[in-house]
């Protein structure tokens, strides 16, 4: 990497040659700082225009389109296991009819806790907090 | 192609390229497989070649890889922390593959291989076996804290863990459901649209007059596909990112 600075130091040294050195580098490592100053402003700022942008029309669908899918898949899953209870242990209807309820209650789960209404996977009350010290 | 002009899914058949039969089981090389081989080609063969010459200060190639780096690196890191770097390969990857794959398929008469649910599917089996996997092989029967959480009365505690393993079970299906759901219509959209064109045009000076809405509606729709198909590809990264987390930190 060292040497693959060399031409480009040499293209640096090249427009450094009509002022003088020292100036010329602290000049740069300013700019550099301010660089990574305003680029470190930036990048959260980017990430929000982001969440902006999901306001819109085209983002809005998007939206609707997670949402829909995370809710149809948790019925569709629980119905899924629910069938399969039922061949494997004979008790049609009654897998079925207990699964597709409880997925009904995971699709809504789904949905919140995408929408962000409920706390993620293994959260809730932060005080069980201090017994999971071993993560 | 005269016939199937005005029919949408057609451009989703997947037809055997090369028929091949192993003990009863179908491997045919088919269409999907070419456009899978070459979205795999395309993506490795872009980064080695912008990345071969590495130069200090990238060129505009260079830096369209170093941007994707950059972007799944970051997310990554802010999802699942720098413990999840070590996942970088699989995500990074699995972005490429999709976001590439997306693009491809916006090229007329080429194949989407995202917009088949198996496909999708496979990818979303992939990171939940590996969250599993992981999840068992660092924290042992400790994963399975995932699906209690804390403070839920006892008595309906068998009931709030079964509804927890579904919702667990649905994210594969949830990812892969959107990425094929967002792929296959908006291609059918795309393909509907511009089959008015087609049609009415075929109907005289009037015709071709009235096709100018849809043609102009196929244009925007294009572009709405383009923003789609990056959408998603960064839907299924973060997503894959937040499963990870999942695995590194259960009961976080």
């Known amino acids: ?135 | 192609m005269a016939a199937d002009k005005v029919d949408p899914i057609h451009q989703f058949h997947i037809n055997k390229l090369i028929p091949i039969d192993i003990g009863g089981y179908d491997l045919s090389f088919t269409n999907s497989a070419l456009f899978m081989v070459a979205t795999v080609i395309v993506a490795a063969g872009f980064l080695f070649l912008t990345t071969s010459s590495r130069s200090l200060v990238p060129g505009r190639l260079q830096s369209v890889s170093e941007m994707a780096y950059e972007f799944v690196g970051n997310m990554l890191r802010d999802a699942a922390g720098t413990q999840g770097m070590k996942f970088f390969p699989l995500v990074f990857s699995l972005f490429m593959f999709v976001l590439v794959a997306n693009l491809l398929g916006l090229f007329p008469y080429f194949f989407t291989v995202t917009s088949h649910i198996i496909v999708t599917f496979g990818l979303a089996v992939l990171v939940i076996a590996t969250v599993v996997v992981y999840g068992f092989m660092k924290h042992g029967l400790g994963f399975l804290k995932l699906f209690v959480p804390h403070g839920v009365p006892v008595f309906l505690l068998p009931l709030v863990v079964l509804i927890e393993v579904i919702s667990f079970v649905s994210r594969p299906v949830s990812l892969s459901v959107r990425l094929f759901a967002n792929m296959l219509a908006g291609h059918i959209t795309l393909k509907v649209f511009s089959g008015f064109v087609v049609s009415l045009s075929a109907l005289g000076a009037v015709g071709v007059a009235g096709s100018i809405l849809p043609l102009a509606m196929a244009v925007a729709l294009t572009a709405l596909e383009l923003l789609v198909a990056f959408l998603q590809a960064y839907v299924f990264a973060v997503l894959t990112c937040m499963y990870l987390n999942d695995a590194l930190h259960p009961g976080h």
């Open chain 1, 1 to 135: 990497m060292a040497d693959k600075n060399g031409p480009d130091g040499t293209g640096e040294t090249g427009r450094g040659n009509q002022h003088e050195p020292d100036i010329r580098d602290d000049d740069l490592e300013r700019r550099r700082r301010d660089l990574e100053a305003s680029l470190a402003t930036r990048r959260p700022g980017r990430l929000e225009g982001k969440d902006d942008a999901k306001a819109g029309s085209v983002a809005g669908y998007g939206q609707a389109l997670k949402l829909s899918s995370e809710f149809i898949a948790g019925v569709v899953v629980g119905a899924g296991i629910g069938w399969v209870i039922d061949r494997l242990a004979g008790t049609s209807p009654w897998g079925l009819i207990v699964f597709l309820l409880l997925g009904f209650g995971a699709g809504v789960l789904n949905v919140m806790r995408s929408a962000g209404v409920v706390a993620e996977f293994g959260q809730g009350d932060k005080s069980r907090r201090g017994q999971d010290d071993k993560k």
